[in-house]
């Protein structure tokens, strides 16, 4: 099993919908979850980061977090064009190194 | 304040050929990553160190990779020799050391894409 999975393949959402991508980790002991964005061409840039159970919201994006079942996703409400880009979960593997996923890629209609 | 600046943007270089990759960490940041992402693999982490000291470095492919960090604003990246297999686009990230009370965020440079011919 991979340590970080994100099996979803591209995801497209009409412009205003909501986008929601999900994320599952192997090691139980993990403890702090990030939500990366990487457009095109460019660098990850850190968007969400959770630590404990339940939901994180800021903006648009909300996070939720259920160690009990391992996973991770991330909501987007009122999707824009400029949403449009790879989401990379990642998860503090406990040695201060983080694990990414393979990303999903997200592509808003308008 | 500046971000993780890296150096150069863009490298092509022939195989055999050596190659630095060069990466100042943000002002303050005391833990530096080295990564390196391809279409097949992933976002893979190198090596990371903290305080200047390489702590992990179970990342690097093999001995044609090197890294070091002479000082807290300064890190190398180099292969020698280079393949073609090492093309890829390879990131330098920062943040606080942990347990220094600092965000545990992760910052990432802008990257240098790879291309050995």
């Known amino acids: 099993q991979k340590e970080v999975e994100q099996n979803s393949g591209p995801l497209s959402v009409p412009e205003g919908a909501i986008a929601s991508l999900n994320c599952t980790y192997s090691?139980?002991?993990?403890?702090?979850f990030f939500w990366y964005r990487q457009y095109s061409g460019k660098s990850p840039e850190l968007i969400m980061s959770i630590y404990s159970n339940g939901d994180k919201e800021d903006g648009r994006f909300t996070a939720q977090l259920n160690k009990a079942s391992q996973y991770v996703s991330l909501l987007i409400r009122d999707s824009q064009p400029s949403d449009s880009a790879t989401y990379l979960c990642?998860?503090?593997?406990?040695?201060?190194?983080?694990?990414f996923g393979k990303g999903n890629q997200v592509v808003v209609i308008p | 304040d500046a971000g993780v600046i890296q150096s150069p943007r863009h490298e092509v270089t022939e195989m055999g050929q050596e190659v630095t990759l060069r990466c100042k960490p943000i002002?303050?940041?005391?833990?530096l990553f080295w990564y390196r992402q391809t279409m097949m693999r992933g976002l893979e982490l190198l090596i990371y160190?903290?305080?200047?000291?390489?702590?992990?470095d179970s990342g690097m492919p093999e001995d044609r990779f090197s890294a070091k960090m002479p000082n807290a604003s300064f890190s190398t990246l180099k292969i020698q020799p280079s393949e073609p297999r090492d093309s890829a686009v390879y990131f330098c990230?920062?943040?606080?050391?942990?347990?220094?009370?600092?965000?545990?965020?992760?910052?990432f440079g802008p990257g240098t894409r790879l291309t050995v011919t």
């Open positions: 002002s303050g940041h005391n833990s």
């Open positions: 160190f903290n305080n200047n000291v390489p702590i992990d």
């Open positions: 990642a998860v503090n593997r406990g040695n201060n190194r983080l694990a």
């Open positions: 990230a920062s943040r606080h050391k942990p347990g220094t009370g600092g965000p545990i965020e992760q910052y």
């Open positions: 090691d139980r002991g993990s403890q702090s």
